[in-house]
Structure formats: structure tokens, C-alpha cells
């Protein structure tokens, strides 16, 4: 069975109260009085960074790795020239 695209999870968490103050001093007006909003919002960020340093993670060990660098360097080779290929000169 599908779970409908907007389902809630509740949950019930303990904030130390100099993180949610701090919180409250620094975010935007819209996420200053709606706790469960700015948390959502908050994990959306978290996740997003962790997506995005995993992936930059896997490009670098991609690019460290010597047989991918080998078929980068073959492909360059072959298609290089081409790669100019419909520019003008000058």
C-alpha cells in the first residue's frame, strides 16, 4: 500500500532550550513562531548537505581512482578534436 505523498510522523523531541532561543534569535521571521516548520525545514537542509557532500565524495574518489582517469584521458584523446567543432575562429 502507498503512503499518501504528504503523511506526517509524529514525534515528540527534547530540545535543550539555548538551542531553540538561539534558534529563535536567528531565523527568518517566517520560521520564528512555527517550531515544527522551522525543524522541518532545518532536516530538509541537513539532508540536502549530506546528499550533496556524498556525492561530492564520490566524484573525488571517481577522479582519484586510475582506471577512471585512464578512460578519461582515452576519451579525451579520441574526441578532443571534435570538441571544437562548430566554432568560429576569432
Known sequence: MKR??????R???AL???????AARVVPRELRDNLNRLVV??????VARRKASAFEDA????A???????ECSQIDAEFGPASLDGL???
Do not use: H, T
Not at 16 to 22: C, D, K, S
Open 16 to 22: 535543550p532550550r539555548e538551542l531553540v532561543e538561539e
Open 41 to 46: 525545514v532545518s532536516l530538509e537542509e541537513f
Open 59 to 62: 566524484m573525488a574518489r571517481m
Open 88 to 90: 568560429r575562429d576569432g
Open 64 to 70: 582519484a581512482d586510475p582506471a577512471i582517469r585512464s
Open 4 to 9: 499518501p505523498v504528504n503523511a506526517r510522523v
Open 11 to 13: 514525534r515528540s523531541v
